[in-house]
């Protein structure tokens, strides 16, 4: 078979807690110091130790954005990997394993649930084969892939021996370096680099980083000579001069930096998964680096006791005057719908970063969906506006994360900035962050008040019914500005009213403000086109969706089929005029969305009048790949699709 | 100019019922506000729901009227913000022992420098005289219908296991002492508590002013109504910690003290300890110029509107073209 440079979809498995995240941040680094592009994400239970996870990293010359089902290299160095991913392996393919634990029994590995197990001895069955890690092997090897057995213990022993530190011997733990540096020698990467990114990721252990740089080496020669007789892996990576501003970056960073850069100085959050990290990078970075060297620049993050506390302590920070956000998921959101409702009525900015993962309750903690659209938008008891803004990468997160924070203060109202599960545990190469391109607008925001800004009663008319639905910020100890917040409806000085002519004034007032944003946001911030305008077929999605999308239609258009596609970033006010000119005359239109019902699908209708043709949906848990988008467009192109198509692949 | 007190008194028409001990709370707040001569735009009076919850519309300063059982996270993250506001948290045992009461411990482990008031009637006032998480067990109070089936909670020690640093009691019909401990609560360096025991002529008809001023309780011998109310401050009682050393000795007193009810009940100041660090503090710690430059006061863009903080640090990190 001929060989393959630089395209290779690596997968790297173990108990959580073995170093499967290390090996892969190591990989992906080594991947892009070599000037190549990276995409990778990470699968886990909601565990701590010894459950099964997973880290996928894709790799090209050029960026990609998705993952693919097909496996190139399997890097395992317990059972279980071996069971759960061996037959996603592709021809030619290789797997590098434990050669010690072959004899191994699937009934033997605990962390197998019976659901998994059954599906696994099913397909060894049919084969006819028994249920031991051979058997896996045998399998693959039969579809031809090639097989790369790792005695990991004699290794161990042997490295042990050669650097004088027989304690070493017993560092299991350094086995996932080991198999990751086996793949290395497998592919001839450059040794060089792999050592360079091994020191990076452990720069804080310089020891832990020297140790490990050895035992990489000793096990990347082992690996070429060992395996140097077989025809050869047919999968190369190559070094190439990197293209310039070139960063890999990590999801649940990017909108964290957003934040700093944006201003925003006071962030609340109570632990859950997968929104914890945001507050965590800020919090390990809360003294701030300013270009203008008078002031001084920080972070407080507060943890508090619940979600509810967390975000009436963000809006107690934006009262005061702050730049305020608060990061949860799903079981979190929920409880701060009725805080939202207060935020909305009495016109606070404040930004809730919603990181989605699998619902309802406790759903799959740590496993995506995209469930929490209509939520997001109808969270809380009557009517009140919020923008609810959608990002679609990590880089888009970046950017937008700077403009939820403009929105908030310009239109005085909360916002839910939307990200999920899939965005914030997948890793990327893409352009360095430039903050030159962003700006800061407060919106109107006053620290004096003229004697016209006042009501009979001489206080400051915090709302003010004017021509505009906008009425000037003062944050809480302004002098000679004193207003009153409350829960009740208000009156423009903000005190409680029952009168029912205010009412609809102050609804009308609020309201109305959505009209403004929807006049003002501009169209890149409501709906993005890809693909051929004058396409037939019309893909429509929101979040991270957006990656394998853009890939699969990179894919079909190199079948010659033509699709467009709408990344809707703006879901409430919802952007109709735009949706439905970018929609056209497009024949076909297909919602594809990680929910069981299509949530984007019915906004479509309600707002446009637009039913879609076709329905492309995921909720096992697992993002949607490359190959599963591309297979149900394609079979939608071919007219032989059902309305509703459920994708079903991952592990 | 000195302020006066007019100058912290709005024009809201007031719509408690006659007779309530919130008004009595409500002008020991506005004495001791113009006592200490703070000026109306650096106070900022949260509120939680309840008629309780009403106060800040008929005072002169900010007033921020939140949420049910929240006022405590929406005054913490304000103060937090800025913390050169002056805050003060109201709002009604309900609120703040019930519904709010896991805000209400969270609140005494993190000791941020303000003062928390709770308007403690025994009844959820604005729903129709329902019992409260202070009600005693047994009691059936007139719009009960069926005696109270729940033990009360002891709000003084509970705030002391909870870590609240100043913890007074006082009592709405005697508002110069009240507004006296309030000043005291202010002036405390972290979070003071103040359990105020607010008659609710309305709905609570056993806890009433007469009641508390004891008419019916008479000596056998003298014959003389023995008040129920006494003050600490005149029995010796000093609750304050002057040594750390004397902690665990005062913190006993505070909750045998806490434990009287019925015939004799103490109101003043239980339990002052400024040996804790307040929460401020403890992020000075963390971020050197907090004080100076909180996350309020921060500027983050230039005149431009270009953003100032400078992400290259990190980025650096992040480049793989180096
Ligand atoms: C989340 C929520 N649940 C219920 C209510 C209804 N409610 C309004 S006031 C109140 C109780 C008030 O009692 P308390 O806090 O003791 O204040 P008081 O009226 O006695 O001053 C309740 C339950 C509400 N406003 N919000
Ligand atoms: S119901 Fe009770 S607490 Fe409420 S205003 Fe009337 S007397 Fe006061
Ligand atoms: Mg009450």
């Known amino acids: 078979m001929p060989e393959l440079v630089n395209s290779?979809?690596?997968?790297?498995?173990?108990?959580?807690?073995?170093?499967?995240?290390?090996?892969?941040?190591?990989?992906?680094?080594?991947?892009?110091?070599?000037?190549?592009?990276?995409?990778?994400?990470?699968?886990?239970?909601?565990?701590?130790?010894?459950?099964?996870?997973?880290?996928?990293?894709?790799v090209a010359e050029t960026p990609i954005r998705s993952h693919v089902d097909n496996i190139n290299m399997l890097v395992s160095f317990d059972a279980e990997t071996v069971f759960r991913h061996s037959s996603d392996v592709s021809e030619g393919g290789g797997i590098i394993y434990n050669a010690d634990i072959a004899e191994t029994k699937i009934?033997?590995?605990?962390?197998?649930?019976?659901?998994?197990?059954?599906?696994?001895?099913?397909?060894?069955?049919?084969?006819?084969?028994?249920?031991?890690?051979?058997?896996?092997?045998?399998?693959?090897?039969?579809?031809?892939?090639?097989?790369?057995?790792?005695?990991?213990?004699?290794?161990?022993e042997e490295f042990a021996k050669k650097v004088n530190d027989p304690a070493l011997s017993k560092l299991t733990r350094m086995t996932n370096v080991m198999a990751l540096s086996a793949s290395m020698a497998l592919t001839d990467f450059d040794s060089g680099l792999l050592a360079r990114a091994i020191q990076f990721i452990f720069k804080a252990k310089k020891r832990v980083a020297e140790t490990n740089v050895q035992a990489a080496d000793f096990t990347y020669n082992y690996a070429k000579a060992k395996f140097a007789d077989q025809n050869g892996f047919r999968y190369k990576l190559q070094a190439k001069p990197a293209d310039k501003d070139i960063i890999?970056?990590?999801?649940?960073?990017?909108?964290?930096?957003?934040?700093?850069?944006?201003?925003?100085?006071?962030?609340?959050?109570?632990?859950?998964?997968?929104?914890?990290?945001?507050?965590?990078?800020?919090?390990?970075?809360?003294?701030?680096?300013?270009?203008?060297?008078?002031?001084?620049?920080?972070?407080?993050?507060?943890?508090?006791?619940?979600?509810?506390?967390?975000?009436?302590?963000?809006?107690?920070?934006?009262?005061?005057?702050?730049?305020?956000?608060?990061?949860?998921?799903?079981?979190?959101?929920?409880?701060?719908?009725?805080?939202?409702?207060?935020?909305?009525?009495?016109?606070?900015?404040?930004?809730?970063?919603?990181?989605?993962?699998?619902?309802?309750?406790?759903?799959?903690?740590?496993?995506?969906?995209?469930?929490?659209?209509?939520?997001?938008?109808?969270?809380?008891?009557?009517?009140?506006?919020?923008?609810?803004?959608?990002?679609g990468d990590i880089?888009?997160?970046?950017?937008?994360?700077?403009?939820?924070?403009?929105?908030?203060?310009?239109?005085?109202?909360?916002?839910?900035?939307?990200?999920?599960?899939?965005?914030?545990?997948?890793?990327?190469?893409?352009?360095?962050?430039?903050?030159?391109?962003?700006?800061?607008?407060?919106?109107?925001?006053?620290?004096?008040?003229?004697?016209?800004?006042?009501?009979?009663?001489?206080?400051?008319?915090?709302?003010?019914?004017?021509?505009?639905?906008?009425?000037?910020?003062?944050?809480?100890?302004?002098?000679?500005?004193?207003?009153?917040?409350?829960?009740?409806?208000?009156?423009?000085?903000?005190?409680?009213?029952?009168?029912?002519?205010?009412?609809?004034?102050?609804?009308?007032?609020?309201?109305?403000?959505?009209?403004?944003?929807?006049?003002?946001?501009?169209?890149?911030?409501?709906?993005?086109?890809?693909?051929?305008?004058?396409?037939?077929?019309?893909?429509?999605?929101?979040?991270?969706?957006?990656?394998?999308?853009?890939?699969?239609?990179?894919?079909?258009?190199?079948?010659?089929?033509?699709?467009?596609?709408?990344?809707?970033?703006?879901?409430?006010p919802f952007p109709s005029d735009l949706v439905r000119s970018l929609l056209g005359n497009?024949?076909?239109?297909?919602?594809?969305?990680?929910?069981?019902?299509?949530?984007?699908?019915?906004?479509?209708?309600?707002?446009?009048?637009?039913?879609?043709?076709?329905?492309?949906?995921?909720?096992?848990?697992?993002?949607?790949?490359?190959?599963?988008?591309?297979?149900?467009?394609?079979?939608?192109?071919?007219?032989?699709?059902?309305?509703?198509?459920?994708?079903?692949?991952?592990? | 100019m000195a302020l006066k007190l007019a100058d912290y008194k709005t024009d809201v028409h007031n719509d408690w019922c006659p007779g309530c001990g919130d008004f009595g709370i409500l002008n020991a707040i506005q004495m001791a506000l113009a006592d200490m001569q703070i000026p109306p735009h650096r106070a900022t009076i949260f509120s939680g729901i309840g008629c309780s919850g009403k106060t800040p519309h008929y005072i002169k300063t900010y007033g921020i009227h939140?949420?049910?059982?929240?006022?405590?996270?929406?005054?913490?993250?304000?103060?937090?913000?800025?913390?050169?506001?002056?805050?003060?948290?109201?709002?009604?045992?309900?609120?703040?022992?019930?519904?709010?009461?896991?805000?209400?411990?969270?609140?005494?482990?993190?000791?941020?420098?303000?003062?928390?008031?709770?308007?403690?009637?025994?009844?959820?006032?604005?729903?129709?005289?329902?019992?409260?998480?202070?009600?005693?067990?047994?009691?059936?109070?007139?719009?009960?219908?069926?005696?109270?089936?729940?033990?009360?909670?002891?709000?003084v020690a509970l705030a002391l296991v909870s870590g609240f640093t100043f913890i007074a009691r006082g009592y709405s019909y005697d508002i110069r002492h009240l507004k006296d401990i309030i000043k005291r609560a202010v002036e405390h360096k972290g979070l003071a508590f103040i359990d105020v025991l607010q008659p609710c002529p309305t709905y609570n008809d056993i806890n009433t002013k007469e009641w508390f001023q004891g008419l019916d309780n008479i000596d056998p011998e003298t014959k003389r109504v023995m008040p129920r109310i006494y003050k600490l401050e005149d029995t010796g009682y000093n609750g304050v910690v002057n040594d750390p050393s004397e902690l665990n000795e005062k913190m006993a007193k505070v909750v045998e003290k806490s434990n009287e009810w019925g015939s004799k009940i103490p109101i003043g100041v239980f339990f002052q300890n400024e040996h804790v660090p307040t929460y401020q503090e403890r992020l000075s710690a963390r971020i050197q110029n907090y004080m100076e430059y909180p996350p309020a006061h921060q500027k983050i863009a230039d005149a431009n509107g270009r953003p100032i903080t400078n992400i290259e640090g990190l980025l650096d990190d992040l480049r793989v073209d180096k």
């Open chain 2, 66 to 155: 939140t949420l049910h059982g929240r006022v405590l996270p929406f005054a913490q993250g304000a103060k937090l913000a800025n913390p050169e506001l002056e805050v003060i948290a109201v709002g009604g045992d309900g609120d703040g022992l019930g519904i709010g009461a896991g805000h209400f411990v969270s609140a005494g482990r993190r000791n941020v420098d303000m003062v928390y008031i709770i308007f403690n009637n025994a009844v959820y006032g604005l729903t129709k005289g329902q019992a409260s998480p202070t009600l005693k067990l047994g009691m059936k109070t007139k719009s009960l219908p069926q005696p109270n089936v729940n033990n009360s909670v002891n709000p």
């Open chain 1, 248 to 391: 890999l970056v990590q999801g649940n960073q990017s909108s964290a930096m957003g934040k700093m850069v944006a201003g925003c100085r006071f962030q609340t959050y109570y632990p859950i998964t997968p929104a914890s990290d945001d507050s965590e990078f800020l919090e390990s970075n809360d003294v701030l680096d300013l270009y203008d060297s008078g002031d001084k620049g920080s972070t407080v993050v507060v943890q508090t006791e619940d979600e509810i506390a967390a975000i009436a302590m963000a809006i107690g920070g934006a009262l005061a005057g702050s730049r305020v956000a608060t990061a949860t998921s799903g079981p979190g959101f929920s409880l701060m719908a009725e805080a939202l409702g207060w935020a909305g009525i009495n016109e606070v900015p404040v930004v809730v970063s919603l990181y989605q993962r699998a619902g309802p309750s406790t759903g799959l903690p740590t496993r995506h969906e995209q469930g929490d659209l209509n939520f997001a938008i109808n969270a809380g008891h009557g009517e009140f506006p919020r923008i609810v803004f959608a990002s």
């Open chain 1, 8 to 58: 290779l979809n690596w997968v790297i498995g173990g108990a959580q807690g073995s170093g499967v995240d290390s090996a892969a941040n190591i990989f992906s680094r080594a991947c892009a110091l070599a000037g190549l592009h990276v995409f990778g994400k990470r699968e886990y239970y909601s565990n701590i130790k010894g459950e099964h996870s997973y880290f996928t990293v894709r």
């Open chain 1, 395 to 572: 880089e888009e997160s970046f950017y937008d994360t700077i403009k939820v924070f403009n929105f908030a203060e310009k239109y005085q109202m909360p916002i839910i900035h939307m990200l999920d599960k899939a965005i914030a545990n997948s890793v990327m190469t893409c352009r360095v962050f430039d903050t030159n391109k962003t700006r800061i607008d407060r919106g109107l925001v006053a620290d004096k008040i003229s004697d016209s800004d006042r009501g009979a009663a001489g206080n400051y008319l915090r709302f003010k019914l004017s021509d505009s639905p906008l009425s000037p910020r003062i944050p809480l100890g302004t002098e000679n500005a004193i207003f009153w917040n409350t829960g009740d409806e208000h009156t423009e000085e903000g005190h409680i009213t029952e009168d029912p002519e205010l009412r609809v004034q102050m609804m009308d007032k609020r309201m109305s403000k959505l009209d403004l944003a929807l006049r003002e946001i501009a169209d890149e911030d409501k709906a993005v086109l890809y693909g051929n305008p004058d396409a037939d077929i019309v893909l429509v999605s929101w979040g991270s969706t957006k990656g394998a999308i853009l890939d699969a239609i990179d894919r079909l258009q190199k079948d010659g089929i033509s699709v467009k596609f709408i990344q809707v970033r703006l879901l409430n």
């Open chain 1, 107 to 156: 009934d033997e590995v605990p962390t197998i649930d019976d659901h998994a197990s059954a599906r696994i001895k099913k397909t060894l069955e049919k084969a006819g084969l028994g249920f031991s890690v051979q058997d896996a092997l045998e399998h693959a090897r039969s579809r031809g892939v090639v097989l790369y057995p790792m005695p990991y213990f004699q290794l161990l």
């Open chain 1, 586 to 651: 497009s024949k076909t239109v297909v919602d594809i969305e990680m929910n069981y019902s299509g949530q984007l699908g019915s906004l479509v209708r309600q707002h446009v009048g637009r039913q879609p043709d076709y329905l492309v949906v995921k909720y096992n848990g697992r993002p949607m790949s490359l190959d599963e988008v591309y297979n149900a467009v394609r079979r939608i192109s071919s007219g032989n699709a059902p309305r509703r198509q459920v994708l079903k692949n991952g592990t």
